[in-house]
């Protein structure tokens, strides 16, 4: 089983960057596809990006190119890089292990000036 903590959160002016990062429990992590998700006020929850166990991602095209995942597999802990922040960005950031129904508790990220 895993379970997960989401920090890094906050208030950020426009352009700004964050990094999320998210603490992951429990065996087997490295072989997860790790996930970060986020759901904006009256929204549904959405894929921003995911990273493979070997190491290769995908981002949403809303945030290619301005937000990175990486992961650390020793450390049991996933990243998230987000740069040139806008306001559409701001939700709260869920990191996710796919394939296992657990969803922590998220971190906020409010864009705004």
């Known amino acids: 089983q895993v379970q997960l903590v989401e920090s890094g959160g906050g208030l950020v002016q426009p352009g700004g960057s964050l990094r999320l990062s998210c603490a992951a429990s429990?065996?087997?992590?490295?072989?997860?596809?790790m996930s970060w998700y986020r759901q904006a006020p009256g929204k549904e929850r959405e894929l921003v990006a995911y990273i493979r166990s070997g190491g290769s991602t995908y981002y949403a095209d809303s945030v290619k190119g301005r937000f990175t995942i990486s992961r650390d597999n020793a450390k049991k802990m996933i990243y998230l890089q987000m740069n040139t922040l806008k306001h559409e960005d701001t939700a709260v950031y869920y990191c996710k292990a796919e394939g296992v129904d657990y969803w922590g508790k998220g971190t906020l990220v409010t864009v705004s000036s």
């Open positions: 429990g065996t087997f992590f490295s072989t997860y596809r």
